[in-house]
């Protein structure tokens, strides 16, 4: 152990094996290099005399250095790469200084490798450098040889070699985001070189060309059988059963009974006749909020016959439910390394997300189902309860109402004839109890060999009216949301820069001789930290404040498909709208939902619905603000209202074009103000 009293905050240190050195960064902005046994020596001294160890070089930066990185670039040297603030400085292990860039950017990683083998007089040392801006800068020596766009802020940068790609980049964002990229061209940064677009090219050479991998591709598609015989698929390899046991209560949680945390166990068996022809597997388990898994990815290296896999799933929010399937994504590598895919889904108890209830009431909003057989009992659709908990609360018979157990909302099912209602106060309610209804009816007229049962869902215009609002009003208010989430994270920028800063002043004056008075940096860095920590706070409830809004957006969204899907005759619209939509893509740290369906809405618009050059113009985005602007975000609503008004119309439940006149809903009503 080796204590410098000149470190007050830690920084990089980097050993050099060519040397048997270490270099360690110091707060006064000092590179220094000590041998191993120097340091050896230092740790005595410090022990004993508290004296001090001269390096074997310095060098001052004048700037905070973030990173360090040693290579062995020749059999008797080592390179040694710093990246300072504005710098990227290059020495020997010697103490020589190579080179020096100074960068009109401010970079933020870096990552320095070599072409070729460094006993080789010709390799290449090679330094990827990422801005601020979400660039890649590739160095050699002084000269910049590659630059591109990243796709996100990278934090950190490496190299991978995968079995097929001979030199990937790994990329690091700071959401926690890992993404491998490959630099696949070869640019030419010589100015004088003709464009590779003037060059003349032989159309029956290309055309040749084409011709040929159509065929081969003809080929492959033609011995796909024999290639199954000979080797067989995974799926005929391993055997998948998957299912949802029965909730149990979270017995290490001190809450009353009706507040406790209920588990529900996924089963998966799978089974593998020759284990010998598998390598691993990875299972990954995806749930829509407020769903969430104990365990959401599972690493198998080895099959031994048959293994069982258990996962806990549970409601982690009080979002409401959008989804009551979990997904389960086998990704299998099979003993010569091929990928495969298999995929599973299984639906949730309603045990697990609500309970039966007494509280029934008239409920202002009613979804009518029509079937084409006589009701039956609720006992017999709501298996997941018992019938001393289904008649506890009414009759089975008539009705039955179901209290959320995140939400405390209530949804009420109800059974006359040939038609089942069920009534809830918002439309995001109605979504999970609806599915479930849905499913089990066709569960238990499949066993009942029944093949001709239909279901269908009646209501008016005035009810598709309401579920549009409902729908445009949930996209506002996360729009609004995330709004506030990008306002915290900004803040947090800021205040995170004007720590670093006061933490430099703080540096410089403890290091001054005489030390300086450091009372008011010190007043206004922990000042700096109480904001630090409030704005942190803001954004862990602003992303809850996100995700809730994003799973009222999907639950309705998912409802106005499900409604669609059974009285919207053109199914081609039908696919683009669900497209559109794209209610599949939110997720907890991916909430784009505005941006995603700009991309969709422009073409929906102008080639589907055929709008005159006019409205299209009066409904294009304003480009130099961004899609979460007011005047986007209305024209976004706008566009939105206008195709859900059409498919509606379409459905045969909107009123005609006669009696819409002298009926103009202006968007502005239910807009609010960002």
């Not at 230092?42 to 022990?47: G, V």
């Not at 001090?52 to 060098?59: E, F, T």
């Not at 080179?99 to 010709?122: R, V």
């Amino acid at each position: 152990m080796c204590i410098f009293n000149d470190v007050i905050i830690p920084g990089p240190v980097c050993y050099v094996a060519s040397c048997d050195s270490f270099v360690v960064c110091k707060s006064t902005w000092v590179l220094e290099i000590y041998s191993y046994q120097q340091l050896r020596e230092l740790s005595e001294l410090t022990a004993r005399q508290n004296k001090k160890s001269i390096p074997q070089w310095v060098y001052n930066t004048g700037e905070e250095v973030t990173s360090l990185q040693a290579i062995q670039t020749s059999s008797n040297f080592s390179s040694i790469i710093a990246l300072g603030e504005r710098h990227l400085y290059c020495f020997q292990d010697n103490g020589l200084m190579k080179y020096m860039i100074k960068f009109d950017y401010m970079p933020i990683c870096f990552n320095a490798y070599l072409i070729g083998w460094y006993y080789e007089p010709g390799s290449r040392l090679l330094v990827m450098v990422t801005s601020e801006d979400s660039k890649l800068f590739v160095y050699e020596n002084t000269t910049l040889l590659w630059s591109c766009d990243l796709p996100h802020f990278a934090i950190s940068i490496s190299r991978c070699f995968l079995k097929l790609l001979p030199g990937g980049v790994v990329t690091l964002s700071n959401n926690g985001t890992i993404q491998v990229s490959y630099m696949g061209t070869e640019p030419d940064l010589n100015a004088n070189a003709g464009s590779m677009i003037n060059d003349v090219m032989d159309p029956e050479a290309v055309q040749a060309e084409l011709d040929n991998v159509e065929e081969t591709l003809q080929r492959i598609l033609e011995s796909k059988e024999e290639i199954n015989d000979q080797y067989p698929t995974i799926d005929k390899v391993i055997t998948i059963k998957a299912d949802a046991g029965k909730p149990v209560q979270n017995l290490f949680q001190e809450f009353t009974q009706d507040d406790a945390l209920h588990l529900c166990p996924v089963v998966l068996i799978i089974t593998c006749e020759d284990p010998k022809m598998l390598q691993s597997i990875q299972i990954t388990y995806v749930c829509s909020p407020p769903f969430a898994c104990s365990e959401s990815v599972i690493c198998l290296d080895s099959i031994n016959g048959t293994e069982i896999v258990e996962t806990q799933v549970f409601m982690s929010s009080e979002a409401d439910i959008s989804d009551t399937f979990v997904r389960i994504m086998l990704t299998v590598t099979d003993a010569k390394g091929k990928i495969d895919v298999l995929n599973k889904k299984v639906l949730l108890p309603a045990s697990l997300y609500c309970t039966p209830s007494g509280d029934a009431h008239e409920d202002n909003i009613v979804l009518n189902l029509t079937v084409n057989k006589p009701c039956i009992k609720f006992n017999e659709i709501f298996t997941d309860f018992s019938e001393e908990e289904m008649t506890e609360h009414g009759d089975l018979s008539e009705s039955v109402t179901f209290t959320y157990r995140n939400t405390k909302s209530n949804v009420t099912v109800r059974a006359a004839e040939k038609q089942y209602s069920v009534e809830a106060k918002e439309f995001s309610d109605i979504i999970a109890i609806l599915d479930h209804l849905v499913i089990k009816l066709s569960d238990h007229y499949a066993r009942m060999d029944t093949a001709d049962f239909r279901y269908n869902f009646q209501f008016d215009s005035e009810l598709s009216k309401q579920i549009i609002v409902k729908l445009l009003k949930s996209i506002e208010v996360h729009a609004k949301e995330r709004i506030k989430l990008k306002s915290s994270q900004d803040e947090l920028n800021v205040l995170q820069r004007q720590f670093t800063l006061v933490q430099k002043r703080l540096l410089v004056q403890y290091g001054s001789l005489p030390p300086g008075d450091c009372d008011p940096l010190e007043y206004l860095m922990k000042d700096t930290h109480s904001r630090l920590i409030t704005c942190v706070n803001d954004i862990i409830q602003g992303k809850e404040a996100v995700s809730r809004a994003s799973s009222t957006v999907t639950a309705v969204g998912n409802l106005i498909m499900r409604i669609l899907k059974h009285t919207t005759p053109d199914t081609f619209k039908l696919k683009l709208i669900e497209e559109m939509l794209a209610l599949n893509s939110l997720y907890e740290d991916f909430q784009e939902l505005e941006e995603t369906v700009t991309q969709a809405l422009s073409y929906i618009v102008n080639d589907v619905l055929k709008k005159s050059e006019k409205d299209r113009e009066k409904l294009a985005p304003v480009t130099e603000q961004g899609i979460l602007s007011h005047i986007n975000l209305k024209r976004f609503l706008k566009q939105i209202k206008m195709i859900m008004d059409r498919i509606f119309e379409e459905a045969g439940t909107g009123e005609s074009e006669a009696n819409k006149k002298g009926k103009v809903i202006r968007i502005e009503e239910f807009v609010e103000v960002l």
